[in-house]
């Protein structure tokens, strides 16, 4: 009886379309297919068979790079971008600085509190004037 291992892990498991290649690899082979062959074509009787296949592979390489490379799970292109934007697109230096949630919170009881003193300090000198006699109120205006 046959024995197949099966992996444990189908998140690494990729889809194969032809040639037991997946569909990103296929487009990146045919794209280096479609730039190197004709260059080659084109430059073996001006510059030799030998300079010419070599001049293929030069430009095959990139392509076969973005097909085949991966790493931690990310293809070339996405490893590409994030080395781009760490290295030269954010600043060198970026200071780390946190969120003190603590300190929002104070902040806030902190207006809280004066506002609730604003507001018992201007009762309590109402009470003060009505206790005297004296109104806030100008002459002649009545309460409705």
Not at 118 to 128: E, G, M
Request: with cysteine; hydrophobic share 35%.
């Amino acid at each position: 009886m046959p024995y197949v291992q099966v992996p444990k892990d189908l998140n690494k498991v990729k889809t194969k379309v032809v040639f037991n290649l997946t569909k990103r690899q296929l487009i990146w082979f045919s794209t280096a297919t479609a730039t190197a062959v004709p260059v080659y074509f084109l430059t073996r009787s001006h510059i030799g068979n030998t300079l010419a296949m070599l001049l293929l592979i030069i430009i095959a390489m990139p392509f076969f790079l973005m097909a085949m490379y991966e790493k931690n799970g990310m293809p070339f292109e996405k490893v590409a971008k994030i080395f781009i934007t760490s290295r030269f697109i954010r600043p060198k230096k970026r200071p780390y600085r946190t969120e003190n949630i603590y300190e929002y919170a104070q902040r806030q009881y902190d207006l809280e509190k004066e506002v609730n003193d604003i507001v018992y300090n201007k009762n309590k000198t109402n009470r003060k004037t009505e206790k005297n006699g004296r109104s806030c109120r100008k002459k002649g205006s009545s309460r409705r």
